[in-house]
Every structure is written in C-alpha cells, then in structure tokens.
C-alpha cells in the first residue's frame, strides 16, 4: 500500500476510534452512571473565555458535597436533573461562579433566584438565594451574588446551580472543571 494511502487507513481508523471509544467506556449498567456520563453524540458547546478549562469557581465554598448531580433529561420537556444541588447552609454567601451581568434576581415559583448571562449564550442559575444584586450588575467570578435562602428542594438545605446554553441545559460540571478529587485517608488504629 502507497504511503499516503496508509496515511489515510490511518486517519480513518483514528476517527472511527474517537467516535467509539466514548461508547465502549460507558458500563454496561449505564442507569448507575447516567447521572454524570454524557450520550456518545454529545456536543459540547464553546465555553465563554472565563471558563475554559473549568475556569468558573463554585457558587459556595468548601467543602464541596455535591448532593445530587446533573441529569440530562432525554426531550426537552423529560423528567431529568437539569442542574446540580450543592450542600449548603442558610444564610451562607452565594458567589457568581463566572463573570458576567446578571440577568434576573427574584422570585420564581416561591424560590430566589439569581441568574447570570456569561456571554455567547451561556446562562447560569442559582436557587434559593437572597440577592445582593439587581437585574443589569455586572459580577465578576466569586463576587458576592447573595446568601443562602430557605427552601428550595433538598431534603437538607442546598442549593440548585444550572447552566444553560443557548436555551439547553448542560451539566455544570463542564464549568467547574468537575467534581473536587476526593482524599482517601487510613483509617485511625
């Protein structure tokens, strides 16, 4: 076979590889990991200079226990998780995860919500949050958005943080840069 024809075997090979490896690397008991495992023909979306690169920092502080996490709902009106919920405690400091002007700050549905444009069609939400800040603010990443506010969903009090480009929602965790690498430690004794 000519070189350039081994080139070309090469690159089809390589291309059909990047199209199944996603597929191959997902358990066959898909159900226990569809909470965190993107479909195979995912495309992820541009991220706004920020948050390249996972550059957006989390809306409350450390420790990080992510509680229930993003669920891509299969249509558009599916049931799905169509954010994250963060540990939280009442009354802690809210911060805006990425830079940007924030696009609504009130209530929805009996709940606070903050809700920043980032740019390029990139929307993020937080609920149940008590703003410090009023529609038009300009935020920059892990200024003071608001505190944390009762209700919400969670069985303890958390917080809902969402993103959604150009109208579709995608995890968060594409933003953040994923979850924090827990530490194992030995056990005392």
């Known amino acids: 076979m000519p070189r350039a024809g081994r080139r070309r075997a090469g690159r089809a090979w390589a291309a059909l590889a990047a199209l199944l490896l996603p597929a191959a690397l997902v358990p066959a ?4 990991s569809a909470a965190v495992a993107l ?8 991220a ?3 948050a390249v690169a996972g ?3 989390w809306p409350v502080g450390a420790p990080i226990r992510v509680l229930e996490p993003f669920r891509r709902p299969a249509t558009r009106y599916s049931a799905g998780h169509r954010g994250i919920d963060v540990a939280a405690t009442a ?26 444009d980032h740019g390029d069609g990139v929307i993020s939400a937080i609920e149940p ?9 300009v935020v920059r990443r892990g200024e003071p958005i608001g505190a944390v506010s009762a209700g919400g969903h969670c069985t303890g009090t958390c917080v809902h943080f969402g993103v959604r480009v150009d109208g579709e929602y995608v995890s968060p965790f594409l933003y953040l840069g994923g979850v924090p690498r827990a530490v194992l430690l030995p056990l005392a004794g």
């Open 91 to 116: 009354g802690d400091p809210v911060m805006a995860a990425g830079t940007g002007v924030v696009h609504f700050a009130g209530a929805v549905a009996g709940r606070d919500v903050v809700s920043i």
């Open 39 to 46: 479909p195979a023909a995912t495309v992820l979306p541009a």
């Open 48 to 50: 706004p200079p920020d």
């Open 55 to 57: 550059d957006w920092a």
């Open 29 to 32: 008991d898909a159900s226990a």
């Open 129 to 137: 949050v008590t703003a410090v800040v009023a529609e038009g603010d």
